[in-house]
């Protein structure tokens, strides 16, 4: 049974460019998370997905930041012209959610991203 | 508003020492949840346990103790007889039943050296 996985473990831009990670959950989690994470913080929630509709945001998620879950298993989250301020660590959660049981969410690896 | 506070940001123990980190959060949901997740150097946070706020029973796993106390809105983790791969940042969370998102604290790094 594999874990969340994402995608690049690790990117380095330039400010201004658009940048896109990509989030596998586990197989039968119905539910998808975004989450950031900056030096010496807890992560902080960006935005969900129950299936492929995307059920909350963030007021942390700017009008630059778009995240998709087309087919309701993998997820992108995009940074248009991004900014220094948004190097930080990239989180992606997933879980199972019957009903409204409170589910576990269960984290990949993050993706790290540097913006010079 | 929910609020999740870790007031130790650093602990240094030595190799099999006993260590308590402590979790108080504020809520004004009647019924949540709390979560403790582990992060070693590796990023990737690791699910530890997770407490509803009807159970108060504190629980023991392995080396690993939980100490729920709704009376002082704390949920306390101590590692008995630590070890040098304990070593990571741990990190409390908080989330209201019915609600999806954790709010995180700050969390504790936790140094243990041989």
């Known amino acids: 049974d594999t874990g969340v996985s994402q995608d690049p473990r690790h990117k380095i831009t330039k400010r201004g460019q658009n940048v896109t990670f990509r989030c596998d959950p586990i197989?039968?989690?119905?539910?998808l998370y975004w989450y950031r994470q900056t030096l010496g913080q807890g992560p902080e929630f960006l935005t969900y997905?129950?299936?492929?509709?995307?059920?909350?945001k963030s007021r942390l998620l700017s009008d630059r930041f778009s995240a998709e879950r087309p087919k309701g298993s993998f997820s992108t989250l995009e940074i248009q012209r991004t900014e220094q301020g948004d190097s930080a660590m990239y989180l992606c959660?997933?879980?199972?959610?019957?009903?409204?049981?409170?589910?576990?969410?269960?984290f990949g690896p993050g993706t790290r991203l540097l913006v010079l | 508003a929910q609020k999740v506070t870790q007031a130790q940001t650093e602990i240094s123990v030595v190799e099999k020492e006993d260590v308590t980190l402590d979790c108080v959060y504020e809520?004004?949901?009647?019924?949540?949840?709390l979560f403790w997740y582990k992060q070693p150097p590796s990023g990737e946070l690791v699910f530890l346990i997770r407490?509803?706020?009807?159970?108060?029973q504190n629980e023991i796993s392995g080396r690993y103790s939980w100490n729920f106390q709704k009376s002082t809105s704390s949920f306390n983790f101590t590692i008995t007889a630590s070890q040098v791969v304990d070593s990571a940042v741990y990190f409390c969370?908080?989330?209201?039943?019915?609600?999806?998102?954790?709010?995180f604290g700050k969390g504790t790094m936790l140094l243990v050296s041989p």
């Open positions: 959660a997933s879980s199972l959610a019957p009903g409204l049981s409170q589910e576990t969410q269960y």
């Open positions: 197989s039968e989690h119905n539910r």
């Open positions: 997905f129950q299936n492929e509709a995307q059920l909350e």
């Open positions: 809520t004004r949901d009647t019924t949540y949840y």
């Open positions: 407490r509803n706020s009807f159970d108060e």
């Open positions: 969370a908080l989330s209201a039943t019915g609600y999806s998102t954790l709010t």
